[in-house]
């Protein structure tokens, strides 16, 4: 099993940053890929960025240049950087570990329980 545990949301002003923060514990040796989603109330959850063994990224389009996804390897922990923040990025966040490659078409293995993330104009 893997647990993941978000932190850092919370709410910011539109035009602010925040960082999000997912450390996973127990049989992280399985962990091929983790990523973070996004979904606001009677939407679908979206991929937002994912990160691979290797190091390959995938963030999505309308993201790009404002949302970053990094690894701290030895304290097992992933990071989603947003800047530039906008109301429309209000939504709760899920970090997620798969033990396959992360893509639209296959989600994780495994959910962290979401965090808050409001931005106002």
């Known amino acids: 099993q893997v647990q993941l545990m978000e932190s850092g949301g919370g709410s910011a002003q539109a035009g602010g940053s925040l960082r999000l923060s997912c450390a996973a514990s127990?049989?992280?040796?399985?962990?091929?890929?983790m990523a973070w989603y996004r979904q606001v109330p009677g939407k679908q959850r979206e991929l937002v960025a994912s990160?691979?063994?290797?190091?390959?990224?995938f963030t999505a389009d309308p993201l790009k240049g404002r949302f970053t996804i990094s690894e701290d390897y030895a304290k097992k922990t992933v990071y989603l950087q947003m800047n530039s923040l906008k109301p429309e990025d209000t939504a709760v966040y899920y970090c997620?570990?798969?033990?396959?490659?992360?893509?639209?078409?296959?989600?994780?293995?495994?959910w962290g329980q979401g965090t808050q993330v409001t931005v106002s104009s």
């Open positions: 990160l691979n063994r290797g190091g390959s990224t």
């Open positions: 997620g570990a798969g033990l396959l490659p992360i893509t639209t078409m296959r989600q994780p293995d495994y």
């Open positions: 127990g049989s992280i040796f399985r962990i091929y890929a």
